[in-house]
């Protein structure tokens, strides 16, 4: 068995495959691969920013500084609110931290 060293850092954890994604006016609607919650949603404000893995999520996509006002997870389902609406840059930048969210080390470290 190698030593700890050896093992590549980029490989931890998964990476959550984005099924699709649709902007309707202020709502992005994210579909994934993976189950984030049971089946009770939770919604998340700025002041409230949930708990456990869609809470981690949350404040990530808070953190981006988009001007997103609310997040709800319900499953696989990830749906955010941005007042003005969405552009592909923001929906993208949305889809890859959610992407992202179980990888233990950045693709860049």
């Known amino acids: 068995m190698g030593s700890a060293a050896s093992y590549d850092r980029v490989s931890m954890g998964?990476?959550?495959?984005?099924?699709?994604?649709v902007a309707m006016g202020e709502i992005l609607i994210v579909d994934t691969d993976r189950s984030f919650t049971g089946q009770d949603g939770q919604a998340m404000t700025p002041e409230f920013e949930g708990e456990g893995v869609p809470g981690v999520l949350a404040a990530r996509?808070?953190?981006?500084?988009?001007?997103?006002?609310?997040?709800?997870?319900?499953?696989?389902?990830?749906?955010?609110?941005?007042?003005?609406?969405?552009?592909?840059?923001?929906a993208d930048a949305v889809s890859e931290v959610t992407h992202s969210l179980l990888r233990y080390y950045d693709e860049e470290e």
């Open 14 to 21: 998964q990476n959550v495959e984005i099924k699709d994604k």
């Open 61 to 90: 996509l808070f953190a981006l500084d988009l001007g997103i006002d609310h997040v709800f997870i319900l499953q696989n389902t990830v749906t955010v609110r941005r007042p003005g609406g969405w552009d592909e840059d923001s």
